[in-house]
């Protein structure tokens, strides 16, 4: 309830309106009066009084039309209006309370933390040379003219606390859709702040679509900014091919400015009746992929499980081949599950030198429904009994996977899955293109680059355009002063510094930090100013890092896992070496030879961080793809020199300037040899971003160029991409070798039946006691960063590990090896399958004779094919130091016999 007095009496029941207005002839706030006659009175309002009055003090920020400034005072009568006054200036402006939104001043910028940035920016226009200084200048400029609003993301960022947002209603996806990027669009809207990884081809930019489309729906502006230029292109083009282009202010530096006025478009004209589509219908259409999404990836994940077991089951029957003694039965009447086959294979296994007893026999019938049991009997059949069941369980879990698939794909094609993701995506560019047509200024005032951030232009010019795209570097500078966005889009965070980076949080309420901190960095500029707090510090993260770093859990995070991009077989490089297997291929394998090795002849071939043999090599083998080969080298200098003997139409660059890129085939070269100058560049080229980078470029095939074993003691990305290449590629790729792959799933599942065995059976042997200790120890010790290349299997049959048929061994040996001799532990590497090295558990019995000679044949036989063994005795101390310092041996090859 308003009431107003003027000269002492009350007026508030005898008028119909009132306002406040400035006259300016006397530098005064005038209150006028409406009477029900329509005449009006007025008088200053010094000899009025309006309530209620509210006086607002201290430092306080004024937002109109998506603008804050800075303001001295603020006065609001009756709820209806505001009389405001700005630092140094005497005038009175008024304003209506609905137009406006007063706030407190954030006191961010008087914090270690913003005092941190605002002096490694000053180091750094100290320190800069000649050409830089003025970029580092500029910075400084938009740094120190950040409007320090309360509820920016700049203000978030700064004492590390997020703001929950209350979540879309409606949500569309016009450039489509999978799991995850409906988890990350969903994410952005229910968090001030969110985080989306994305790794190579996982739809990163269709994401950012989505999320702009949505944005844009709501009535909302936002820019997207990156230090990439590409990365910010990206968006563009693809807004253009859907007619989009029209809202994009294509900002940032003055040349990009004066192109973008020179050449504004027009809007398009209105939606037409029989276009209408209704949210509630999108709303339906989403409620019913959202429940195939699941499947559809559970679809292609098999896909990738069962051409993983084909691999393997491939190398088991290679191994056959070569183990003549071994003759597998038909264990088709037995009916057993791929579970209870591994359990069988452990449970025979304990009995492999025992008799059969009552008790095992009804064991056996109970569990495994195996009634005849005198077969096993015989040494010999047990042993086949034990292959079989290898064989068995490819067979099983093979038809498994594949009934699983196929009832996946039931689902998908019942529900007609694939036509309503089209519907979706039509639907939804329909209903965006309809909003648009309804909210978008369509105003032919001539912006221009001088006037559009005026006040009040800046307001229709954000309407006009309400998605804008800078760099980090210019955001601050590309918007009216003291604006604020309602998003902001930091794309290729990954390789954005923090400063500049942090200039964009201020220009918005909300950000969506987008990356992939697993492809190259940003290279950090040290700075000598000291960092008030960890993952704040300039010179050792980049902002990915440190909004992950910072918020940890507290804000959500999706990591896009579907990839569209690369075949399977090299895309699971990547996802096997750097994502955890985290990635779902959504692309298909026919078959096609998609990777190689080319291993250039012996010899010091690198001169000047050139190498031209593997340019040699490369033209002595091809390549496939007539039209987009792309080849790839860590230096420059290779680079250049591949341009004098490749022909132009290949495309020839640096790995850092390849990240964003793609080519139907790449071909990397790795350059270095073994010379001791060539040791000291090994952690450039290794440096596991690069070699992602590299290897995802790759759409079709990929070509891996280096010396032989240049990079095994690094045994780092290289030596795994290595084995990879010689595990998966086709047979003329392969090469013989005295050591077994592991049959890793088969023992993956068998080492659980093991556990599950040894836990029922309550072993009272301190042989038992002490593997079981051993085992927990390896365990703990393999998930520690340096190890985590590595996994292990227990008791691995020698005759899997060693291939039999290396003419080197002795009539002994190969018989040892086929009595079914096995190794306690084997430590393989994760990536490629290949074994590194044997933990042996000796207990007192190994001081024995028999045991004597057999731990002799078994180092012997693991001598000869380079796998280093290292024997714990039961009684010794220190076991968990002996198997690390192992390990780190191992993997620098510094063990080539038996310790």
């Given amino acids: 309830m308003v009431t107003i007095f003027m000269k002492g009496q009350n007026k508030t029941n005898q008028i119909i309106d009132w306002r406040l207005w400035y006259k300016e002839m006397d530098k005064k706030v005038m209150l006028s009066v409406k009477f029900p006659s329509g005449k009006e009175f007025t008088l200053p309002i010094e000899e009025c009084s309006i309530t209620p009055q509210e006086k607002l ?53 008087n914090e270690d933390v913003f005092s941190y940035f605002l002096n490694v920016t000053k180091e750094r226009v100290k320190n800069a040379d000649q050409k830089n200084k003025p970029i580092a200048q500029n910075i400084l400029r938009q740094l120190e003219k950040v409007t320090p609003h309360s509820e920016t993301a700049l203000h978030a960022y ?4 997020n703001t929950t947002r209350t979540a879309l209603e409606h949500l569309i996806f016009p450039f489509g859709l999978n799991e995850s990027q409906f988890q990350a669009v969903k994410n952005a809207f229910s968090s001030q702040i969110s985080i989306i990884e994305g790794p190579p081809g996982t739809g990163k930019t269709q994401t950012i679509l989505n999320i702009i489309s949505n944005i844009l729906v709501n009535q909302k502006t936002v820019a997207v900014v990156s230090n990439n230029n590409t990365a910010v292109e990206n968006v563009y083009e693809k807004m253009a091919k859907d007619d989009l282009e029209y809202l994009v202010a294509k900002l940032g530096n003055a040349d990009n400015k004066d192109a973008f006025f020179a050449n504004i478009g027009k809007p398009p004209s209105a939606k037409t009746a029989n276009e209408t589509i209704q949210i509630e219908a999108i709303d339906n259409m989403l409620e019913k992929i959202k429940r195939h999404l699941k499947t ?97 369980y490819y067979d099983k879990m093979l038809q498994q996977k ?65 998605v804008i795209g800078s760099s980090t570097h210019s955001i601050v500078n590309s918007i009216a002063d003291g604006a604020v966005l309602d998003y902001i889009i930091i794309d290729e965070a990954s390789q954005q510094d923090i400063v500049p980076g942090i200039l964009s949080l201020g220009c918005a309420k909300n950000v969506i930090v987008v990356g ?151 071909i990397f070269s790795t ?43 690094n045994n780092q990305s290289i030596a795994a991409l290595t084995r990879y290449i010689k595990y998966y590629a086709k047979s003329e790729h392969i090469y013989d070798s005295p050591v077994v792959s592991a049959f890793d799933l088969l023992y993956d599942e068998y080492d659980k039946s093991l556990d599950e065995l040894n836990a029922r059976l309550d072993y009272s042997d301190p042989q038992k006691k002490s593997e079981k200790i051993v085992r927990l120890l390896l365990k703990d010790i393999l998930n520690q960063d340096n190890f985590k290349l590595l996994k292990f299997h227990m008791q691995v049959d020698l005759i899997q590990l060693v291939s039999i048929v290396n003419n080197s061994f002795t009539p002994r040996e190969k018989e040892f090896m086929q009595q079914k001799s096995n190794c306690d532990f084997v430590i393989y590497y994760k990536v490629g399958k290949a074994p590194l090295g044997v933990i042996e558990v000796d207990g007192g019995s190994h001081d024995e004779p028999v045991q004597i000679e057999r731990d002799t044949q078994k180092n012997a036989i693991l001598n000869r094919v380079n796998i280093p063994i290292l024997r714990l005795k039961t009684v010794e101390g220190h076991i968990e130091e002996k198997m690390k310092d192992f390990l780190s041996r191992c993997m620098k090859g510094e063990l080539k016999e038996t310790d």
């Avoid at 700064?158 to 606390?161: K, R, V």
């Avoid at 980049?542 to 399977?568: A, I």
């Avoid at 250049?640 to 990240?659: A, C, M, R, V």
């Avoid at 090994?682 to 790759?698: C, E, G, K």
């Fill in 671 to 713: 350059v270095l040899d073994k010379k001791k100058d060539s040791q000291k560049h090994m952690s450039f080229v290794d440096n596991p971003s690069l070699i992602n980078v590299a290897v995802s470029r790759a759409i079709n095939k990929f070509t891996l160029v280096t010396g032989n074993e240049v990079f095994t003691k």
């Fill in 158 to 161: 700064c004492y590390g606390q």
């Fill in 402 to 466: 594949e009934q699983q698939l196929n009832e996946c794909e039931e689902e998908l094609k019942e529900s007609g899955f694939q036509n309503l993701l089209e519907e979706l995506t039509v639907n939804s560019m329909k209903y965006l293109k309809n909003q648009l047509a309804e909210t978008i200024l369509s105003s032919t005032e001539p912006f221009t680059t001088k006037s559009y951030k005026n006040r009040k232009e800046f307001s229709k010019f954000i309407k006009r355009f309400p």
């Fill in 516 to 666: 992939d901190r697993k492809q190259l960095p940003h290279i950090p500029e040290k700075a000598e100013v000291s960092c008030p707090a960890e993952y704040y510090d300039c010179g050792k993260y980049s902002l990915l890092d440190s909004f992950v770093e910072l918020f940890k859990e507290e804000v959500p995070s999706t990591m896009l896992k579907e990839h569209y991009r690369c075949h399977p077989r090299i895309i699971q490089f990547c996802n096997q070496q750097f994502y955890d297997n985290q990635l779902i291929p959504m692309t298909h394998d026919n078959g096609e030879s998609s990777i190689e090795l080319i291993i250039t002849s012996k010899g010091t071939h690198t001169r000047n961080l050139t190498n031209l043999r593997e340019l040699e090599s490369i033209l002595e083998i091809g390549w496939s793809d007539k039209d987009n080969v792309g080849f790839i080298a860590p230096y420059r200098k290779q680079v250049n020199l591949s341009e004098k003997y490749f022909p132009q139409e290949i495309t020839k660059d640096t790995t850092h300037k390849f990240q964003g890129r793609e080519c139907k085939e790449i």
């Fill in 57 to 109: 003090t201290g430092t306080l920020l004024c937002r109109e039309q998506n603008i804050y400034q800075n303001i001295e005072s603020a006065v609001e009568y009756g709820d209806k209006y505001v009389i405001i006054k700005y630092p140094a200036s005497e005038k009175s402006y008024i304003m209506k309370s609905a137009d406006i939104e007063i706030n407190s001043e954030s006191n961010f910028k």
């Fill in 296 to 392: 559809k990836n559970t679809a292609s994940q098999l896909i990738a499980e069962i051409n993983e077991l084909s691999i393997e089951k491939q190398y088991l029957e290679e191994w056959l081949k070569k183990n003549t003694s071994v003759e597998l039965k038909d264990l088709g009447k037995y009916k057993l599950r791929p579970q209870k086959i591994t359990d069988l294979m452990a449970y025979i296994n304990t009995l492999l030198k025992e008799r059969v007893s009552f008790k095992n026999k009804c064991r056996l019938l109970l569990e495994f429904k195996i009634i005849r049991t005198r077969f096993l009997s015989n040494y010999s059949e047990r042993i086949n009994f034990i292959y079989s069941l290898q064989f068995a």
